[in-house]
C-alpha cells in the first residue's frame, strides 16, 4: 500500500520568504508527527497531531513555525520568514494510533530537503 | 545530559562478523525503544523495537533492552555491506496522556561493513 508521501522533495528558499511543505500519512493512520534533521545530526521532534489536533507542539523552535492538519489527513508544516538556520531535512511520519503501552511504529515519509540561501 | 545517547561512530565491522550498537536512555520512565535504520539521504525505517527487558529475535538482528541500566542494543550477526548505514536508536515514553506521544531520537551511529 501507499506510504507517507511528503512535497515537495528539494525546496530552495531565500532567507525571510515563506515555505509551505506537506505530509500526506498513510491512510487510516491518526497520528501524524514533524521532525527535523539537520545534516549530520539525529531527528528533533517538532509537533505531534492525534487527529486533527495538536497535543504537543513543544518541539516547534519559534512561533515562525506552525502547522495543521485537515480530515485527519494531510499536514502543512509553515516556516515564515525562513533564516539559514532552518536549512535541514524535514520528516513527517504517521502511526496508527499514537496512544498505549504497545509501541505504535512510526512510519516515515522521504523527507523535504529544505535549503534557505 | 542528552536524553538518549548513541556512539556517532563510525563502526566498522568486517563482513561476516557480528556488529554491536548501543544506546542509553536518561528518561526511566521510558517504556518502548526503536532502532531505525537510515540510509544515506533516505528516511528512517523501523528495523526493531522492544519494550520487554531481555533480548529479542528478528532474522539476523537481535535487541537487548536493560532496564535496570538504563540500556538498550541492537546485534546484527553475518554482516553484509548492505547493512552499512546510519542506525538510529529512540525512545519513547510510558503513554498516559496526550504529550507523550513523540518519540525521542539518540544522533544515530554510523555503521560501516567491511567486504
Known amino acids: 500500500g501507499a506510504g507517507v508521501s511528503q512535497s515537495p522533495s528539494n525546496k530552495v528558499t531565500e532567507k525571510g520568504k515563506d515555505v509551505e511543505l506537506r505530509c500526506d500519512p498513510i491512510?487510516?493512520?491518526?497520528?501524524l508527527y514533524w521532525y527535523r534533521q539537520r545534516l549530520g545530526q539525529g531527528l528533533e521532534f517538532l509537533i505531534y497531531?492525534?487527529?486533527?489536533?495538536?497535543?504537543?507542539k513543544s518541539g516547534l523552535p519559534s512561533d515562525r513555525f506552525s502547522a495543521e492538519r485537515t480530515g485527519e489527513s494531510v499536514s502543512t508544516l509553515t516556516i515564515q520568514r525562513t533564516q539559514q538556520e532552518d536549512s535541514a531535512v524535514y520528516l513527517c511520519?504517521?502511526?496508527?494510533?499514537?496512544?498505549?503501552?504497545?509501541?505504535?511504529?512510526?512510519?516515515f515519509g522521504p523527507g523535504t530537503r529544505l535549503t534557505v540561501l | 545530559q542528552k536524553e538518549v545517547e548513541q556512539n556517532s561512530g563510525p563502526l566498522s565491522v568486517p563482513e561476516g562478523a557480528i556488529a554491536s550498537l548501543n544506546c542509553t536512555y536518561s528518561?526511566?520512565?521510558?517504556?518502548?525503544f526503536f532502532w531505525y535504520r537510515q540510509y544515506s539521504g533516505k528516511s528512517p525505517e523501523l528495523i526493531m523495537f522492544?519494550?520487554?527487558?531481555g533480548d529479542k529475535e528478528d532474522g539476523r538482528f537481535t535487541a537487548q533492552l536493560n532496564k535496570a541500566s538504563q540500556y538498550v542494543s541492537l546485534l546484527i550477526r553475518d554482516s553484509q555491506p548492505s547493512d552499512s548505514a546510519t542506525y538510529l536508536c529512540?525512545?519513547?515514553?510510558?503513554?498516559?496522556?496526550?504529550?507523550?506521544?513523540?518519540?525521542?531520537f539518540g544522533t544515530g551511529t554510523r555503521l560501516t561493513i567491511i567486504p
Open positions: 491512510s487510516g493512520h491518526t497520528a
Open positions: 522492544i519494550y520487554s527487558n
Open positions: 529512540a525512545v519513547k515514553p510510558l503513554i498516559s496522556n496526550f504529550g507523550n506521544e513523540k518519540l525521542t
Open positions: 511520519a504517521s502511526s496508527l494510533d499514537g496512544i498505549g503501552v504497545q509501541p505504535d511504529t512510526q512510519y
Open positions: 497531531f492525534q487527529g486533527n489536533s495538536a497535543p504537543d
Open positions: 528518561d526511566r520512565g521510558s517504556q518502548s
